[in-house]
């Protein structure tokens, strides 16, 4: 499928955010499991501190390059990607994980749903 970038970049931009030093004094409680791809999605997993759980949020790739924050057109990938951790950022420093929808897999990874900047999750 192709998107305005292509999505294994987009996973590898924002993977390498999550290397840098400044992330975890952010979100102390958040610990990033890993970036992949899953057709029209980003989707990151992660550890949240006091949950058994491997939580994931998605980011639909089709709506590059519309900041998944913002809604406004992002000139680079790694302005997309930072529109990625600034929701991770905003969204778990606000519970998250404990109250947003969640759909349970197959494999027990708990996606949350998140409401972007035009009200869709």
Known sequence: MDFFWPADDAASVVRSRFDRTNWQARVVAYRPVEVTTDGSDL???????????????RF?????????????????????????????????????????????ADDGVVTLRWRNPSGTR
């Open 43 to 57: 989707v990151v997993r992660f550890r949240y501190d006091g949950h058994a759980d491997v939580f994931a949020v």
């Open 60 to 104: 639909s790739l089709g709506r590059m390059p519309e900041g998944p924050q913002t809604g406004e057109v992002c000139e680079s990938l790694d302005d997309w990607a930072q529109e990625v951790d600034w929701v991770l950022d905003e969204e778990l420093n606000t519970r998250m994980v404990e109250t947003a929808e969640r759909t349970v």
